[in-house]
């Protein structure tokens, strides 16, 4: 602030008539400032909570002319993606006759910006002047100003910003406002504000203004990549690409494909126009559409919990997997004749499910196709090998019986009219690294009768830690000759569940679990090697009746639940509840 702006003019005359020192008139008894604190304030506007938190600083003990605060105000909006329209309001008392100066920025993420003052004295026509001059740090971050004003003397509510909307959503939309306080420096005598104070609340309140959205044009994409203006939205299969669709006002369109409605966040008045781009949902789109997308860290203890409205995620080596777990009923999907539940959805975006049968029951004996010996015989490690061959780790020179049992079914059923909607490309796990010791890998046993654990056996049995790395790709990651990973060594795109899905999904071994979607009240096979004790027993993990991950010797028979991978590019219909499964648009 220039010279010309001194705030506090204090004349000669006046110090001799009141008789006091000039240090009266320093910075800690010039004005008193307590802010505003908005801690935890909420309101419960059309059904959803909003929250308001933060702090309306104006507290320094140091205020002269030209003082700045800067401020954060965070708002999130809780409930059932509804779009609400509300206005932020201060209340409180101002008792200065200098009115403050308000400025509000808004965006979609925290910001780090802060404040620095430098107090200045000067003597001018042998007086001297107090004033401040302060500088924002990195304000350019927030964009421009959505509303300015004054908090007058003796006002007691001001809409600092007026016709704001947000988003409610089941996680929380959250939006920050940043507000500029000032003390101006009015070049007069302010001597008057001596001793007075500002005070009050950030609330908000709903506004009763509608969401006028003007969708000036919409563009579906073509197959040749290039984009076609329609009359009409689109309505099912189709999602808003965020890159190339525009608002005004700094409005930020997306695609609701649980309902087929656009919703539009940072919202900031009536009257925004936009220009919608849209293009093929994938399957992985419509799965996650609406889901409250979440993160497990412990594996320690059966998942019982309803989860509908859930889905996980996990990120590894390829990328980020999204999967079921607990007690979800919206991962049915209607497939060649068939129910089947969706496992996850993998890295690459296809869509990994088991076989439910032919009914959307899910306890009891038809939900597998039927019971079979993992191998018929159990006395050599090789026998834990969903292929294998005689002392060699990780051979693939023979089908185990379970497997022609799976390529069978794949032959009958799938291949021909439903191949082409099937991933080439996904694989299925069967670790076999092995291990003499129970508690660590060593990568030692594995052939013959050598007492051997296995992979899933240190990370679920000792540990409680599963992954969806296969750790030896190479051998153990079964797929077809199409795929561009893993050993090519399968005729027929399937296999079965590996005891890591199981421990994702919320089994634990050794804890029973009959609330979650893959308790069937029947003993069936997963893919996962889990020993070879050296009486002669291979065995492999089980998902046992009562939900629990267990184990049996591979020469008993239990139930057989093949796994699919639909490709990524399938269209799919349906909310994947008992009512309206997911379905694969046919083509």
Not at 308 to 336: C, H, K, L, P, R
Not at 349 to 363: A, E, H, K, L
Request: contains cysteine; hydrophobic residues 30%.
């Amino acid at each position: 602030m220039g010279k010309n702006k001194q705030l506090i003019v204090i004349v000669l005359s006046l110090i001799a008539v009141i008789g006091v020192s000039l240090a009266y008139f320093t910075v800690s008894s010039l004005i008193s400032g307590n802010g505003s604190s908005v801690q935890g304030t909420t309101a419960t506007i059309q059904g959803s909570t909003i929250t308001v938190e933060g702090t309306l600083e104006f507290n320094d003990l140091d205020i002269l002319p030209g003082h700045k605060n800067v401020s954060s105000i965070k708002i999130t909006a809780t409930g059932d993606n509804t779009l609400i329209p509300y206005n932020v309001i201060w209340n409180g008392e101002n008792t200065l006759n200098t009115p403050l100066n308000y400025t509000v920025y808004k965006t979609s993420s925290e910001i780090e910006v802060d404040s620095t003052c430098k107090d200045t004295r000067e003597v001018v026509d042998g007086a001297y002047m107090y004033y401040e001059e302060c500088e924002i740090t990195n304000i350019e971050e927030l964009g421009t100003a959505i509303s300015t004003g004054t908090i007058n003397t003796s006002e007691e509510k001001v809409t600092l910003v007026k016709d704001e909307f947000i988003t409610s959503t089941p996680s929380g939309d959250e939006m920050y406002y940043y507000i500029i306080l000032e003390y101006p420096n009015l070049n007069e005598a302010q001597n008057i504000d001596i001793g007075g104070s500002f005070n009050g609340e950030i609330t908000i309140e709903e506004s009763n203004v509608e969401p006028d959205i003007n969708i000036i044009a919409a563009y579906i994409e073509q197959e040749d990549g290039t984009y076609e203006e329609v009359s009409d939205i689109p309505q099912d299969g189709y999602i808003i690409n965020t890159e190339k669709s525009v608002c005004s006002n700094n409005a930020v369109p997306s695609w609701d494909l649980t309902d087929n409605s656009l919703k539009v966040s940072s919202l900031t008045k009536s009257g925004t126009s936009c220009y919608l781009y849209f293009e093929e949902a994938t399957a992985r789109d419509i799965i996650l559409a609406g889901k409250d997308i979440q993160e497990r860290t412990d594996f320690s203890s059966a998942l019982t919990t309803n989860t509908n409205g859930i889905i996980y995620q996990e990120e590894t080596s390829d990328g980020t997997t999204y999967y079921f777990a607990g007690n979800t009923t919206e991962n049915w999907v209607s497939f060649a004749g068939y129910y089947w539940r969706i496992i996850r959805v993998n890295e690459d975006g296809s869509i990994r499910m088991i076989y439910n049968g032919i009914t959307t029951d899910q306890m009891g004996e038809g939900t597998q196709l039927q019971i079979s010996s993992f191998n018929s015989s159990r006395d050599n490690n090789a026998y834990v090998g969903y292929m294998y061959t005689l002392d060699n780790v990780h051979g693939t020179g023979t089908d185990s019986g379970i497997k022609k049992i799976v390529d069978n079914f794949y032959r009958d059923h799938i291949a021909g009219k439903f191949e082409h909607y099937i991933s080439k490309e996904a694989g299925f796990c069967g670790d076999r690294t092995r291990s003499t010791s129970e508690s660590s890998l060593n990568n030692s046993g594995g052939t013959g009768t050598t007492q051997t654990y296995y992979g899933a056996y240190i990370r679920l049995e000792t540990n409680k830690t599963p992954t969806f790395e296969c750790s030896d790709e190479a051998y153990d990651l079964y797929t077809a000759q199409e795929s561009s990973k893993g050993n090519h060594a399968l005729t027929y795109p399937i296999g079965l569940i590996t005891a890591d899905e199981v421990a994702y999904a919320g089994g634990v071994n050794g804890s029973s679990n009959s609330s979650y979607y893959l308790c069937t009240n029947q003993d069936y096979w997963t893919m996962s090697p889990y020993d070879f004790f050296t009486l002669g027993y291979a065995s492999a993990f089980l998902m046992n009746s009562n939900g629990s991950l267990t184990w049996s010797n591979v020469n008993v028979t239990d139930g057989v639940r093949p796994v699919l991978n639909l490709d990524a590019g399938v269209t799919l219909i349906g909310d994947g509840t008992v009512d309206l499964p997911y379905q694969v648009v046919m083509s």
